[in-house]
């Protein structure tokens, strides 16, 4: 059973504990999620201008939008604004900064009718983020900079939480994809050709779950939730911002949700930055997830070297 908790005031701890059961959490727009989202769309309309970011698709080749992506996204992403906003958001909904680190923020930039769906609009298909080298316990943090309808949004697919998938992640190494698939997205306009994680069997993705909140609305999840982008068919392109966060207790103890199909190598442990100071995580803990391949299908724990 999975279950959506909206403004849920219980601490972090628990929360956490929540989100690796399968549960999401949704919190309205406030101050901190709006602030962030307000940069996002900013540097968004300049980097479109004259045109509205969402309507721009219908004004320009598709070479010209992702020469303009191809700024702006990185301009976002590593933006010393953008840490401070999100820790600010993390502090906000109770998160211990000391403990809690995060990676950069991405946007996401999802066009409507296929005008753009591979390389820097590359449209994810159902997957997990478990599948892309991830710690079990990391937690997914999504906001629409923009409103959203059901035909521009992400959706849920909640019949695999506690279901195993057939899949390729066994192929992905994330060390691997990022010395050379991150930037082969710049070149891949019409088709995109990288290795992904994906599933290797027909998928059952209704009924499926689309959450829709306001521009600014938090959603959290787990990152072994089997997930995906709507296809976007609402006539706009839809413009979010999402980033991950991992807790130093449950790294440390392998707490998370519970791996049942996940077989990728390497590791993401280095992406992330601490809330208070943007250190690495320790060393020691970088070691454990860099040196082991993890191996903890259907609840059992072993770790080799
Ligand atoms: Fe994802």
């Given at each position: ?156 697919d909640?019949n695999y939480?506690?279901r195993?998938i ?60 089997l ?79």
């Amino acid at each position: 059973m999975n279950a959506v908790y909206y403004n849920s005031e219980i601490d972090d701890d628990a929360r956490r504990a929540q989100l690796y059961e399968g549960q999401l959490i949704v919190f309205s727009r406030r101050p901190s999620t709006i602030a962030l989202c307000e940069f996002a769309r900013q540097m968004s309309e300049e980097a479109f201008a004259p045109h509205d970011p969402r309507e721009a698709q219908h004004h320009m080749p598709v070479e010209q939008y992702v020469e303009i992506l191809a700024e702006l996204k990185p301009k976002f992403i590593h933006h010393p604004k953008c840490k401070e906003l999100i820790a600010a958001i993390l502090e906000d909904v109770g998160c211990e900064l000391e403990n809690t680190y995060f990676d950069v923020p991405r946007l996401r930039a999802v066009t409507s009718d296929a005008y753009l769906t591979s390389g820097l609009g590359y449209a994810f298909k159902p997957h997990r983020d478990s599948w892309y080298s991830t710690p079990m316990c990391q937690l997914n943090w999504w906001l629409p900079i923009y409103e959203i309808t059901p035909e521009n949004t992400m959706a849920f697919d909640l019949n695999y939480w506690d279901r195993p998938i057939e899949n390729s992640s066994s192929e992905f190494n994330h060390q691997d994809w990022q010395q050379t698939g991150r930037k082969d997205a710049l070149k891949l306009v019409k088709k995109d050709t990288r290795r992904q994680s994906e599933a290797l069997e027909p998928l059952q993705l209704e009924p499926q779950l689309r959450l829709i909140t306001e521009r600014g609305g938090l959603t959290i999840f787990s990152a072994a939730h089997l997930h995906s982008t709507v296809a976007n068919t609402s006539g706009s392109t839809r413009f979010s911002i999402d980033f991950r966060t991992v807790n130093l207790a449950d790294l440390s103890a392998r707490n998370g949700a519970p791996n049942i199909d996940s077989a990728c190598k390497g590791t993401t442990i280095h992406d992330y930055l601490r809330g208070t100071d943007r250190s690495p995580v320790p060393r020691p803990i970088r070691d454990l997830y860099e040196n082991s391949t993890l191996k903890h299908l259907s609840g059992l724990v072993s770790v080799s070297n």
